[in-house]
T-cell receptor, first 111, second 111 residues
């Protein structure tokens, strides 16, 4: 299994861009990278998924370098409501037994 | 509305009793999952099922059991063999592993 490492916590201010990096040095060829957001006492919510290069949707961008040993979730112009835990999931898209969540990064957005 | 429901939201049981947590989805997803989350920790996979009448152990299956008799339902039983069952339990479903839809969770407290 590809073990993932994320910073435990990050602080930011409203309106800033936030970049959260996940390291996955032993990522396998068939592995995808997925990011989730979780608020206290709720289930995680899917944010974005990618395999290589850059993916963008209405809420975030995901940057994956050519060696795929890390990935960066970018949140543009964060607000107080973006305060949450962000998880990086790496694994095969068709095999849950080969997927693993990281320990998450607690993002705190300050006014 | 399509989604995943877990019931109850809070559950209290005496030590030594088995307890079954409910998970139902009407998203027509083939795959379903159970995770455990301890305070301040990430998600750990207990069991997963990629199709009806089939399920696989995750990373921490000891002391738990599941069944998948219907596509819509994936109940989890926490048995008396689970040494430390107090935790937040999350159920999810998906078409692909990378984009899982989570339920609201059940917080189990064993007294």
């Amino acid at each position: 299994l590809a073990k993932t490492t994320q910073p435990i916590s990050m602080d930011s201010y409203e309106g800033q861009e936030v970049n959260i990096t996940c390291s996955h040095n032993n990522i396998a060829t068939n592995d995808y990278i997925t990011w989730y957001q979780q608020f206290p006492s709720q289930g995680p919510r899917f944010i974005i998924q990618g395999y290589k290069t850059k993916v963008t949707n209405e809420v975030a961008s995901l940057f994956i370098p050519a060696d795929r040993k890390s990935s960066t979730l970018s949140l543009p112009r964060v607000s107080l409501s973006d305060t949450a835990v962000y998880y990086c999931l790496v694994g095969e898209d068709t095999n849950a037994g080969k997927s693993t969540f990281g320990d998450g990064t607690t993002l705190t957005v300050k006014p | 509305d399509g989604g995943i429901t877990q019931s109850p939201k809070y559950l209290f049981r005496k030590e030594g009793q088995n307890v079954t947590l409910s998970c139902e989805q009407n998203l027509n997803h083939d795959a379903m999952y159970w995770y455990r989350q301890d305070p301040g920790q990430g998600l750990r996979l207990i069991y997963y099922s990629q199709i009806v009448n089939d399920f696989q152990k995750g990373d921490i299956a000891e002391g738990y059991s599941v069944s998948r008799e219907k596509k819509e339902s994936f109940p989890l039983t926490v048995t008396s063999a689970q040494k430390n069952p107090t935790a937040f339990y999350l159920c999810a479903s998906s078409i692909r592993v990378g984009e899982q839809f989570f339920g609201p969770g059940t917080r189990l407290t064993v007294l």
